[in-house]
């Protein structure tokens, strides 16, 4: 049971009625009566809660950013006429708006109410359940009770480097020698065989082929397809750490969409792993197209766990992923006690095998407080970040030594940027 | 309604082309209600103003006031008959029995306190007469003459005296027709005084109670005192004291001794045997409806407490930010005044920013704890003679700004241990710039933690000068 305003505006009408009244005392008692009997007789005719039937529909996925409007269907299958006050409770980041409806359902019959969800953060998201409270035909009182109707919207990535895109795919079909730029695409594998056109190397004259067309013909290669990629995400603590507002392993989760979205449409396999101090996902490799989609739902659901991250479990889980030679990249920190410790003792083992690319995101936040001059505080906090820089300097170089590739970039170029380096080990040959 | 086909048929429909100039519709309205909630806090404040300057009314029977509401007419009346006639806010000071014999008129006699009436009473046993304006119960109690407010206002409203007072008589009809009305009191406690009841109904409620004290003689001789109680001072105003028999009535209660006093207590007097508190001004509605808004809270509080489900619990994620470890240990570094140091990690990382900007190859070295101190970066003569070059100043200048003490003395600069330990120990025993002060040497100044927030010594201000003097290397050797 619930009260409703107007209930205590009737009882404050109830107090001018008692000033201005010449007995006061009797008219106490006989406005507390009325407003009970009022009440009570409110209750007694509001439409029960209990036979009212709750059904969902709308989408069940959406990119971070985008709305979601899902429609609540109430219908009454009780006998009177339900004027209510609905909540259709959902968790804070699911962003529901509006908070509260409000409809009347008369007998038999079925309302339509639309709740928008905003949500703020990735992952699934489920409605807590739906408070209904039922007002008389007075409105002053009614009843309250609840019903659970199940839903599921899952928050995806939002994929904002979605951008890049056309100009990641412009690079690509260059480099695949669908643009004539310089006639034949880079690559080492051979497609056929053409006409010499005054400036090819004449290394690349196909004898056998000009004996035989008599004319003077080139071999043209292309890039090869069919390659293997594995994107490994490590999940671990450092991972959770927030460079601008966003969590590194988002903007390592946007870097991985678009290199997924570049290497299917090269034509190469794409396989996902996410891990920490065990595996959290492992997403074997494909082709088809519609794999952007599984990629993306699958890593809805990831979290940054406050583990540190087994290096060496990385490294033996992708061992055991990537059977045939594979581009293998990494997408961590280089956090120095983390990568010396845990990765570089794995490291041969993986680069003997595949190509490794470490991606790493750089904090422009570091920059700044290296450059900081203001006070003398400042500058001990560039001493600081110099001294961190100078670490992450040195481990860059560490790597490259050991053949392994390495991407430093600030949050807005990151994607492009781990993008750029697979196209060009791919206009290489390296892959 | 499209601005198209406004531009093809300027003339043609209905279809306004006006533009909406200014606020939109809802900044409108919420204009609308700031006014009207402006201009209700406005007609309140004038209406309190209004009220609390109102006139209290303080200046009504005042004998020196003209209006229709004073008394001043009587005043003058009286003084042309010989009589002294004065005002005052307290009760004159009773001498006892050889004092001249006089007429006191109290309004609001209850605001006088329980002794101030005996006394009152006593000087109209001495001879003297005392007339009560409008006295009410808490009063007469006080008195206790045997009289009492009538619970019912007298019938009769023609102002006819009905009685044997000679002044009443005299006068004939006048205007008292208003006000409080007395009757006997069934006591026979005190009998004491003989009561007279004129105007109204008598004896059933009289405007007008005289009481005159059974006594042979008063003290001195000549008339005895009287206590008049009069239910209203209407017929003593400006206003009405000309109307039928009011003059003759009031100066045949007030003229039958030479001096009058015209007494008007003051109202801050708590101990007044008629004052009430607020409580007891308030109406009993007011009391019982208390009960009411309690009532009305209760309701309240069960409206707004009653809420449509409980709040929704989620698991957040952690927020922490990636630079925290860098700014944390910036203010370590601050915080244990940690100079050298400091001072070690922005030259390490201006060498490498000035040997990229010369070209020159930069040799990283093992990344542990060593740290920027170590070893790692490029040739050293190299560096600072390319600098040099580069920026016109001397080598020697540039090596101690770049190495802290000039140049290592090493000629073929290894990374080995041994160099880098050297390395360390030159760097920790001379001071590692010029500008460093004598006396201070790194180690000491490494030593003791400082306090937080402490002013900037010297030493702090010569490391960011260290860290300046090295910005502006940097741009000089940019801005080639």
Same mark, same amino acid.
Request: hydrophobic share 45%; net charge positive; with cysteine.
């Given at each position: 049971?619930? +009260? ?85 409770? $959902? ?59 199940? $839903? ?52 690349? +004259?196909? $004898? ?97 766990? +406050? ?58 936040? +570091? ?65 | ?16 082309? &006006? ?59 009286? /003084? ?97 027709? #208003? ?24 004896? &059933? ?66 101990? #007044? ?32 407490? /009653? ?45 490498? /920013? ?55 003395? /090493? ?53 960011? &000068? ?15």
């Amino acid at each position: 049971m619930a +009260i409703s305003g107007r209930t205590v505006a009737l009882a404050l009408f109830g107090v001018a009625v008692v000033v201005l009244s010449p007995a006061p005392g009797l008219t106490l008692a006989l406005v507390n009566v009325v407003l009970v009997g009022l009440v009570a007789v409110d209750v007694a005719l509001a439409g029960a809660v209990r036979p009212l039937e709750f059904g969902r529909s709308g989408p069940t996925s959406a990119r971070l950013g985008q709305p979601v409007p899902l429609v609540l269907a109430v219908s009454n299958g009780g006998g009177r006429v339900a004027r209510v006050r609905l909540r259709d409770a $959902w968790p804070p980041s699911a962003g529901a708006r509006p908070r509260t409806h409000r409809a009347r359902v008369p007998p038999g019959e079925r309302r339509f109410l639309e709740t928008t969800l905003y949500p703020t953060r990735r992952g699934d998201r489920e409605p807590f359940r739906i408070t209904v409270r039922s007002l008389g035909p007075l409105g002053l009182a009614g009843r309250q009770g609840r019903h659970h109707c199940p $839903w599921r919207v899952r928050g995806l990535p939002p994929f904002s480097s979605r951008r890049h895109l056309p100009a990641a795919l412009a690079r690509l079909r260059e480099v695949e020698g669908e643009v004539s730029i310089r006639g034949a695409g880079a690559g080492s594998e051979f497609d056929s065989l053409r006409d010499y056109v005054i400036g090819d190397d004449v290394r690349l +004259i196909d $004898w056998r082929g000009t004996a035989r067309r008599g004319a003077v013909v080139v071999r043209a290669f292309r890039p090869e397809r069919d390659r293997r990629v594995v994107c490994v995400l490590d999940t671990g603590r450092t991972s959770a750490g927030r460079v601008g507002d966003t969590p590194r392993l988002d903007h390592a989760l946007d870097a991985a969409l678009l290199l997924t979205a570049v290497a299917l449409r090269a034509g190469d396999r794409v396989s996902l792993v996410a891990h920490d101090s065990v595996p959290r996902l492992r997403l074997p490799g494909s082709h088809d197209h519609a794999f952007l989609a599984r990629v993306s739902d699958a890593m809805a659901g990831l979290e940054p766990a +406050i583990v540190e991250a087994d290096h060496g479990g990385i490294v033996t889980t992708v061992l055991r992923e990537a059977s045939r030679r594979s581009l293998v990249v990494l997408f961590t920190e280089l956090a120095p006690a983390v990568i010396e410790e845990g990765l570089l003792p794995a490291l041969p083992t993986l680069t003997a095998r595949h190509n490794v690319v470490v991606a790493a995101l750089r904090d422009p936040r +570091i920059d700044e407080l290296a450059a900081g001059r203001d006070d003398v505080r400042a500058v001990y906090a560039a001493a600081a970040a110099e001294q961190t820089l100078l670490r992450r300097r040195a481990l860059t170089e560490t790597l490259r030594r050991r053949g392994v590739e390495v991407v430093d970039a600030p949050p807005d170029g990151y994607a492009a940027a781990v993008t750029d380096t697979y196209l060009t080990l791919k206009s290489l040959g390296r892959l | 309604m499209s601005a198209a086909g406004v531009r093809t048929a300027p003339a043609a429909g209905p279809t306004s082309t &006006a533009l909406r100039v200014g606020p939109g519709r809802p900044a409108v309205r919420r204009g609308a209600w700031v006014v009207a909630v402006l201009g209700v806090l406005v007609v309140l404040l004038l209406v309190i103003l209004g009220v609390a300057s109102r006139s209290t009314g303080s200046d009504a029977l005042d004998i020196r006031a003209a209006r229709p509401d004073g008394a001043r007419a009587l005043a003058e009346i009286l /003084r042309a008959r010989g009589i002294a006639v004065s005002a005052a806010q307290t009760l004159p000071a009773h001498a006892g029995a050889g004092e001249p014999r006089r007429t006191l008129v109290v309004l609001e006699p209850g605001r006088l306190n329980h002794d101030e009436l005996t006394d009152l009473l006593s000087q109209v046993w001495q001879g003297s007469d005392v007339v009560l304006v409008a006295a009410g119960d808490a009063v007469l109690d006080a008195l206790d003459v045997g009289v009492r407010l009538s619970d019912d206002p007298p019938s009769a409203q023609d102002g006819v005296p009905r009685c044997a007072l000679p002044e009443a008589t005299t006068a004939g009809s006048t205007t008292l027709r #208003g006000g409080r009305a007395y009757t006997r009191a069934e006591t026979d406690r005190r009998a004491d005084m003989s009561l007279l009841l004129c105007y109204g109904n008598p004896p &059933a409620a009289a405007r007008l109670a005289v009481l005159t004290p059974d006594v042979a003689a008063v003290p001195g001789g000549g008339q005895s005192g009287r206590l008049v109680l009069l239910g209203s001072a209407g017929l003593l105003t400006n206003q009405e004291l000309d109307q039928d028999g009011n003059a003759a009535l009031a100066l045949g209660l007030l003229a039958r001794h030479s001096g009058l006093s015209w007494i008007t207590p003051v109202a801050d007097a708590s101990d #007044g045997v008629g004052s009430r508190s607020l409580v007891d001004l308030l109406p009993a509605g007011v009391r019982v409806a208390c009960l009411q808004v309690i009532v009305l809270l209760v309701l309240l509080a069960l409206w707004r407490g /009653r809420r449509l489900g409980p709040p929704v619990a989620e698991p957040l994620p952690v927020v922490v930010r990636a630079a925290e470890t860098v700014e944390g240990r910036g203010r370590l570094y601050a915080v244990a005044r940690a100079r050298d140091r400091a001072a070690d990690a922005l030259r390490a990382g201006a060498r490498v /920013r000035l040997a990229e900007r010369s070209g020159l190859p930069v040799r990283s070295g093992p990344a542990g704890p060593a740290g920027p101190a170590g070893p790692a970066g490029p040739d050293p003569i190299s560096l600072v003679a390319s600098v040099a070059e580069r920026t016109g100043r001397s080598p020697s200048e540039i090596g101690s700004l770049l190495y802290g003490s000039g140049m290592p003395p /090493r000629s073929h600069p290894g990374p080995g241990p041994v160099g880098h330990i050297v390395d360390q120990v030159q760097t920790r025993d001379l001071p590692p710039s010029p500008k460093w002060p004598s006396g201070a040497s790194p180690g000491a100044l490494a030593g003791p933690p400082g306090r937080r927030g402490a002013k900037p010594g010297r030493a702090d201000a010569d490391l960011l &000068a260290l860290a300046l003097a090295l910005d502006d290397l940097d741009r000089q050797v940019g801005g080639r």
